[in-house]
């Protein structure tokens, strides 16, 4: 049924009113019309007085403040069940109740996310489309939690290989003779290989094979630097990678490829037992790669800012890893061996040249096909800022996943069913596509950017789930250190302890809104369903359960040493969906998972990440604990009318990274410095930016939170805010080798595949350069650091502008 209208609920209620009024009116003027009393004329024997009929004017001022009392309670019921509805009648703005979270929630939500719901939690493999039908059906049974759920389909043509008919392969040939020494099959798969666009038939005879590890940016390094490999006869050699989708998309290797020129690629697949994934902490630099790589007129087109699209294809094979050995090790090649950080095991595969005896005949046959990949979306309606909302966002076919949303989704149901509803909108979605470069995350995104620089608040990754029993894992937004650190100390550990309670020897540093959030959680412990002794000093002293905060301090404690603390949100990973929206859009993103130890060394700029293995001993408690921290984060994120997005631990890391960026880079900048200026002044902007930043948390923790206009403005500026840190399209080449992401101050850096460093546009200027550069690459210098110098100014008068908004009465 329709909602009606401010105006016809007014209308409604006066005219019910009104109809309520008359008949009473009318029946009881009847009455006493009937009974008054006659009187017998009597002959005038006195002098009468003139009669005074009280009685008509006694009625008449009872029907008329009847009327009155009619109408006025008519407003009143108008005006409570107004403030009921919308709650944001003008007439309460200073109300108190409109700003009161529901703290209860908080529990009830927790207590109904149980262990018993994640028992024999399996993993099994179906067809995308399948996952979308039975994420679709599930979801529409929750009709009255869901506003609405769709599910549709993006369009792409993929490259797959032709039918047995057509033999696709290797052929080792003697070079002299021309005969055929060896035969090497395409490994048998149903997968489709990638776009189209990027994939060819073809026929190559190749005399030169090299192997590139995964093909990253540091991986071609290595190979060119260290045994300065000349790559002149690119349209004759074949490269070959191994493949593992949670380093580098295959994709992405394709491109790789073809940034190169090679004829040929080859792709296999080689996981070792345990093996864990490693980096030579090599790669290019921007000069080198300005010098050697560019052409004259790739140069004039990137300082212009033009794009430099190319269509060109490349042939592509997967052979199985045994073959892949056979041909490195068929013929007395003195070729160099791997760096060990490639393999933790001695390995035959050499890194490659020249084939002195013998050629690669390279075959294959491709075939276009159109597929559809599915995307499910369901959409929970928030009720005081509807058009505010936040995402969740998981891959089809992931049944652990599913479970984890369909347990949220429950929980809430349940919570709506009592009368609570969101203050926020929620929206769950379900993609598909993530093995083809994310292609149905990046199309809605593209699809789509309007509503999400307007009204998106905050999207959350599950990533890669639960692969370990003991520590979250989270990447993303520094402006979530304060959400998840709160919501990471309202989980109870799932793990088991000697000792049930603990004292707490190395507290995180704390923002002023957590301490206020202990306080206010100890202060409200009932409404929690908190047991809470009535002895004040018993109060102090007890003790809690280890929560989940308390695993990530044991945890970071044991990597980086006693004396030093991590945020509990680390740097954005660039292969994570959460990476989309925030280095492209500017929204704030999380990844989150459950890991065993996360995979981080010392070094600021290079983090590695652990591999994706799906552990079958994963325990109910861990997963109910994943979902529990998950919903935890959603709640303040949808509930609490001020968003908890601290801005100083944004501020905080900037000013680390800051200082250890300078240090880093130090010899490098003195190069530079005719250009770039000397890193003083890098530190003074940056250092005002850092200002403005605090100065404007100053102003948020100062404003009144009873006052729902103050609020809604400061509100404004968070959602804002990470958005000030996105290049527009005219800076779109500040980072030609990947123009998806555009975040100014966390990114990938030139050479670096999966890996996010401060400062990306300096980085591919400052890092390798040993001597001054060659009059072009001043002039880049230059450009990259006047666009930076520029964006950054912008952005603190903007936040100047927003404190002297917000200071204003």
Request: charged residues 20%; neutral net charge; glycine residues 4%.
């Amino acid at each position: 049924m329709r909602q009606l209208d401010t105006e016809e609920k007014a209308v409604l209620l006066l005219s019910s009113a009104d109809d309520d009024d008359n008949p009473t009116t009318q029946t009881s003027l009847k009455v006493q019309h009937d009974n008054f009393p006659v009187v017998a004329k009597r002959p005038k024997t006195y002098q009468r007085r003139r009669t005074t009929n009280t009685h008509p004017m006694y009625f008449f001022i009872f029907i008329l403040g009847s009327f009155i009392f009619g109408c006025l309670s008519g407003v009143a019921i108008m005006v409570y069940r107004m403030s009921q509805d919308a709650e944001q009648s003008s007439s309460f703005i200073n109300s108190p109740h409109l700003t009161k979270v529901d703290l209860s929630i908080k529990t009830k939500l927790v207590q109904s996310i149980t262990k018993t719901n994640f028992v024999n939690l399996t993993r099994s493999i179906e067809s995308e489309n399948d996952a979308a039908n039975r994420v679709e059906q599930n979801w529409q049974l929750s009709s009255k939690l869901f506003t609405r759920v769709n599910k549709f389909s993006y369009d792409v043509t993929l490259s797959k290989y032709v039918s047995s008919t057509q033999w696709s392969g290797i052929k080792l040939i003697n070079r002299k003779t021309d005969e055929e020494i060896m035969k090497f099959n395409l490994l048998t798969t149903d997968d489709y290989l990638t776009f189209s666009s990027l994939i060819k038939s073809g026929r190559i005879d190749a005399n030169y094979i090299y192997y590139v590890n995964y093909g990253r940016h540091e991986d071609f390094a290595y190979l060119l630097k260290t045994n300065q490999i000349q790559l002149k006869n690119n349209d004759k050699t074949i490269i070959f990678m191994r493949r593992k989708s949670t380093i580098i998309s295959q994709t992405e290797q394709i491109r790789q490829a073809l940034a190169y020129g090679f004829a040929g690629l080859v792709l296999f697949d080689y996981d070792e037992i345990n093996s864990q994934i490693t980096t030579t902490n090599d790669r290019q630099s921007f000069s080198e790669k300005w010098n050697n790589d560019f052409s004259e007129k790739d140069r004039q087109q990137l300082l212009d800012g033009t794009s430099n699209e190319d269509d060109r294809q490349i042939s592509v094979l997967i052979l199985s890893f045994s073959d892949v050995e056979k041909i490195f090790t068929s013929e007395t090649n003195v070729w160099s061996s791997c760096p060990s950080e490639w393999h933790n095991t001695t390995t035959s595969l050499k890194l490659g040249g020249l084939l002195q005896s013998s050629k690669l005949r390279f075959i294959t046959f491709m075939e276009e096909v159109p597929v559809h990949l599915p995307v499910v979306l369901g959409y929970i309606r928030g009720t005081l800022d509807p058009d505010h909302f936040v995402m969740i966002g998981y891959q089809l076919g992931r049944k652990q996943q599913e479970k984890v949303v369909q347990e949220i989704i429950q929980a809430y149901e349940n919570q709506f069913k009592n009368g609570w509803k969101p203050r926020r909108s929620l929206i769950f979605c379900a993609w598909s596509g993530l093995s083809y470069d994310q292609h149905t995350i990046r199309q809605w995104i593209s699809a789509n950017y309007r509503l999400i620089d307007r009204n998106l608040i905050a999207y959350i990754d599950l990533g890669n789930g639960i692969i370990g029993n003991s520590t979250i894992n989270l990447h993303g937004s520094p402006l979530f250190q304060q959400v998840a650190q709160r919501a990471a100390d309202t989980i109870v550990s799932p793990l088991v302890h000697d000792h049930t309670c603990h004292n707490r020897q190395s507290q995180m540093p704390m923002s002023n809104a957590h301490i206020h959030h202990r306080r206010r959680r100890r202060r409200h412990g009932d409404e929690h369903g908190q047991h809470m002794q009535s002895n004040e000093h018993t109060e102090e002293t007890e003790c809690e359960p280890h929560k989940l905060l308390d695993e990530w301090m044991r945890a970071s404690k044991n990597r980086i040493g006693l004396n030093k603390s991590l945020s509990i949100v680390q740097m954005i990973d660039t292969d994570s969906s959460a990476s989309l929206f925030q280095l492209q859009r500017g929204i704030p993103s999380i990844l989150i998972e459950m890991t065993d130890e996360q995979a981080l060394t010392n070094n600021t700029f290079y983090l590695q990440k652990s591999p994706a293995v799906f552990n079958n001993e994963i325990q109910p408690e861990v997963v109910a604990a994943y979902t529990q921290f998950i919903s935890e984060i959603v709640r303040q994120l949808i509930d609490e009318p001020l968003i908890p997005f601290n801005l100083t631990d944004y501020a905080n890391l900037i000013e680390k990274q800051t200082n250890d960026y300078i240090i880093h880079y130090e010899k490098e900048y003195q190069l530079l410095n005719a250009y770039l200026g000397d890193s003083n002044e890098m530190t003074k902007l940056i250092s005002d930016l850092i200002k403005s930043i605090r100065q404007l948390q100053t102003r948020i923790d100062q404003a009144s939170k009873n006052n729902y206009v103050d609020i809604q403005l400061l509100n404004e500026k968070l959602i804002q805010f990470e958005r000030l840190f996105i290049n527009d399209n005219s800076l779109r080449q500040i980072n030609p080798m990947d123009k998806t992401y555009k975040h100014i101050l966390f990114g990938p850096a030139f050479g670096l595949t999966n890996t996010i460093v401060p400062y990306p546009s300096l980085s591919n200027i400052l890092f390798g350069i040993s001597n001054y550069p060659k009059t072009e690459l001043n002039d880049v210098s230059k450009l990259y650091w006047s666009k930076f110098r520029q964006h950054i100014q912008l952005i603190t008068r903007t936040l100047n502008g927003f404190d002297g908004l917000l200071s204003n009465p």
